[in-house]
């Protein structure tokens, strides 16, 4: 299992970008976390198959129709996977 850190940027709060995410995550079968940042941001946190992380990459450029993603930042994360996918 793989895992990783995203930081998305843009107009992705107020537009339903963490429960667009869990939702997406939980089609790909990942666990993790979908936060709003105080810098308007939004972190996540997806612990699953890499190639599950990649589509989940890809989707976060997109979000759900109301978002503007400016940018996604990836990294690298350690940890042991939570059970579920959550948002704060």
Avoid: C, K, Y
């Avoid at 599950?52 to 940890?79: C, H, I, M, S």
């Amino acid at each position: 299992m793989a895992a990783a850190r995203f930081l998305v940027s843009g107009v992705v709060q107020g537009v339903f970008f963490r429960a667009s995410t869990r939702e997406q995550a939980q089609r790909l079968g990942l666990t993790g976390h979908a936060r709003n940042l105080a810098d308007g941001r939004v972190e996540v946190i997806a612990h699953g198959a890499p190639a599950a992380l990649d589509a989940l990459e890809q989707w976060l450029w997109q979000g759900p129709p109301a978002a503007q993603v400016a940018a996604v930042q990836r990294g690298v994360v350690e940890g042991e996977a939570p059970g579920g996918f959550s948002t704060g």
